[in-house]
């Protein structure tokens, strides 16, 4: 029973570019989290989406980043025109969803290095 | 609106001693409380979870963590650090519906094991 998947597990990407990030949730999760984590610090939530929807991007920063989960495929987190402060590791979690007690299974990262 | 905080980013026991790692949160509504443990360069591995049932929760390897409302804390502990414990733990909190199944964690504490 595959765990939640993420690639590629490292990106390295120049000032300008575009950085797409890939999640797979485990099989029979509907809910997927994204979560950048930055040099010694703690988790931050960026966006909550169900398939086809965005149920929440209140940790989205506000330009050149958007996140999609369609109908079928992984979900996708891109990040326009990276710039060095984007440098950083970013996971995707995935649940079944609520009621069930919210136990969101994380991925093992994607690590974004912006030259 | 939800908040952590885990006291002390650094935490250095002697092998076999007595692992006490803190977290407190501030919540509007009933939480779910959560204790990851990040090994480096990794992703995030549940440690333990509390969502509403028995105050006392029961982990894997060892750990357990018991959620005192009159305190907002749930700290975590296990009787005998090994070798093996020394990682990054992360408290979280989220709320048990909708827009509130994100997770929202605490900076992290580095707990380190010696001889």
Request: charged residues 20%.
């Amino acid at each position: 029973n595959a765990g939640v998947m993420q690639n590629p597990r490292h990106l390295v990407r120049r000032r300008g570019q575009e950085a797409r990030l890939r999640c797979s949730p485990m099989k029979g999760h509907s809910h997927v989290y994204w979560y950048r984590q930055l040099p010694e610090e703690g988790l931050k939530f960026m966006v909550y989406l169900q398939k086809e929807n965005i149920i929440d991007e209140s940790g989205m920063p506000k330009e050149r980043f958007s996140a999609e989960f369609p109908k079928e495929g992984p979900s996708i987190l891109r990040i326009q025109q990276v710039v060095r402060g984007d440098s950083a590791a970013y996971f995707c979690a995935s649940s079944r969803g609520l009621p069930e007690g919210n136990e969101q299974f994380f991925g093992p990262g994607t690590r974004l290095t912006v030259l | 609106a939800q908040s952590v905080t885990q006291l002390g980013s650094h935490v250095s026991v002697s092998e076999g001693a007595l692992v006490l790692l803190r977290c407190n949160y501030s919540s509007s509504v009933p939480p779910y409380l959560f204790w990851y443990v990040q090994y480096p360069n990794q992703g995030l591995q549940l440690l333990l979870k509390y969502t509403s049932a028995a105050t006392l929760v029961k982990g894997i390897n060892g750990f357990e963590a018991e959620f005192k409302k009159s305190e907002t804390s749930f700290h975590l502990t296990k009787p005998s650090a090994h070798m093996s414990d020394a990682a990054e733990y992360f408290c979280a909190v989220s709320g048990n519906s909708g827009t509130a199944s994100k997770l929202t964690f605490g900076t992290g504490t580095r707990l380190q094991v010696t001889l």
